[in-house]
């Protein structure tokens, strides 16, 4: 009834409406070492998740947030692992009340501001991030509607040398186009912040892609002068789908030894099943097309679509499948 390359777009599109999205916007954070210089955050409900190092003991690290009276401030605290160094958070707001805790000498609170220390507790166990993947430490939390609107501020204290943390503020999940298309890159950023290196990290999409390039080369060395443009943009797109799924499968694999079995394993696997079917349709489009129709385009720029949509092929392999709908052919 229905042509066969439209069965993975329906598979697709029905995924997107019954996959919960509950995920963070990525920031990272830098010279917020004085409340003169604090990383504003622009809007204060929306959920993000902002990676900070702070090098020396008594470092200091602030962040402001403009919000309405009766909004809900939101705040939780995470390091990268089992011992490492707990740093605390204090919460600063322009509601005048008494200091709740001892404040450092060195940490500035604006006047007219009260404080509030919230000790930061080394975690017993770690939680599944399901979008990351990844391992989460939560070391302090806080919550709590505000009374007055201004400015807020949060400001993590060190305890010791060379303290990494994460802070996770807001509870609206919202993502800009720019946001959403760019999470790829982001998530490779955390996982540098939790301690892996860079070749760790892209070791299995480098070996995927140059395993398969090897395969196709291979399978196609006779042919391999006569191929169109558009065979190798849609073939390394196809890989690359591939190596993002690679990346995302090692990384969830490593979390999950960390925290055990958790349920939202699926949301993961939705992030590595739907980049490997998106990458079989273009490695098929490449293999079995000598030509394309104006069906194949059209099937090529779905699937860079959809792969900018569930972050498959760290951006590259999106805009080589575009690149392969709409390179002329070779005479």
Not at 12 to 22: A, G, R
Request: proline letters at 6%; glycine letters at 8%.
């Amino acid at each position: 009834m229905f042509p066969r390359w439209i069965h993975p777009v329906i598979f697709v599109l029905i995924l997107t409406l019954v996959l919960p999205i509950s995920a963070h916007v990525p920031v990272s954070a830098a010279d917020n070492d004085a409340i003169s210089s604090a990383v504003s955050l622009e809007k204060p409900t929306k959920s993000y998740v902002i990676y900070g190092h702070l090098h020396h003991a008594g470092d200091t690290a602030y962040y402001r947030l403009a919000m309405g009276s009766g909004d809900r401030l939101v705040v939780s605290l995470m390091t990268n692992g089992f011992g490492s160094p707990v740093p605390d958070i204090i919460i600063m707001s322009p509601d005048h009340r008494e200091v709740a805790g001892i404040v450092p000498a060195f940490v500035t609170v604006p006047a007219g501001y009260s404080a509030e220390v919230i000790r930061g507790k080394q975690p017993v166990k770690a939680d599944y991030e399901p979008f990351s993947p990844a391992a989460i430490f939560e070391v302090a939390s806080y919550s709590n509607k505000t009374t007055v609107s201004g400015d807020y501020y949060i400001a993590i204290v060190s305890p010791a040398d060379e303290t990494q943390y994460s802070i996770a503020t807001g509870y609206l999940e919202e993502f800009s186009l720019q946001e959403w298309v760019l999470v790829p890159v982001s998530v490779i950023t955390g996982h540098l912040w939790e301690g892996q290196s860079v070749i760790a990290v892209l070791a299995p999409f480098i070996g995927t892609v140059v395993f398969g390039f090897f395969l196709i080369t291979r399978r196609e060395r006779d042919r391999v002068r006569t191929k169109q443009p558009w065979f190798w943009f849609a073939s390394f797109a196809g890989l690359l789908y591939l190596g993002g799924a690679t990346i995302v499968l090692v990384q969830m694999i490593r979390a999950l030894m960390i925290t055990g079995f958790s349920g939202a394993v699926a949301l993961t696997l939705a992030f590595v099943i739907i980049p490997i079917i998106l990458a079989v349709w273009l490695l098929r489009i490449a293999r079995f097309k000598e030509s394309r129709f104006p069906m194949d385009r059209i099937s090529l720029g779905c699937a860079g679509l959809l792969g900018l949509l569930f972050w498959a092929g760290l951006i590259i392999g999106p805009v080589l499948a575009f690149v392969a709908a709409i390179i002329p052919d070779r005479n």
